[in-house]
């Protein structure tokens, strides 16, 4: 894979995407030499952030796919505030191997 086939955008508490809903971290993935381009929706979940609204996530994730974006849930109930870093890295890793999952299934 060449090193510059890649371009990524990424956003923060974008409102315009699917308003009034907020994306908390949206990214772009745009692939140079196909063209072919994959949007993440990364939504923090649970009640360390706000009310543990379930059905809203639904809604908000229905709405994400009908255009097209892949909604990813990080789900903050098992978040151990003596430990962030651990959790914040184990939350990244997941959320990189699940794109990078995307992007590899095709060639397998």
Do not use: C
Request: glycine residues 4%.
């Amino acid at each position: 894979m060449p090193p510059n086939q890649y371009s990524v955008i990424v956003g923060i508490n974008n409102r315009t995407i699917i308003y009034p809903y907020e994306v908390d971290i949206p990214l772009i993935i745009y692939n140079e030499l196909t063209g072919e381009e994959k949007r993440f929706a990364v939504e923090f979940n649970g009640t360390f952030w706000h009310d543990d609204n379930k059905k809203s996530d639904i809604e908000k994730s229905k709405k994400l796919n009908q255009l097209n974006w892949f909604y990813i849930g990080v789900d903050f109930t098992d978040y151990d505030s003596n430990n962030p870093n651990i959790f914040f890295q184990k939350t990244i890793e997941n959320v990189f191997n699940y794109i990078k999952d995307l992007f590899t299934e095709k060639k397998e």
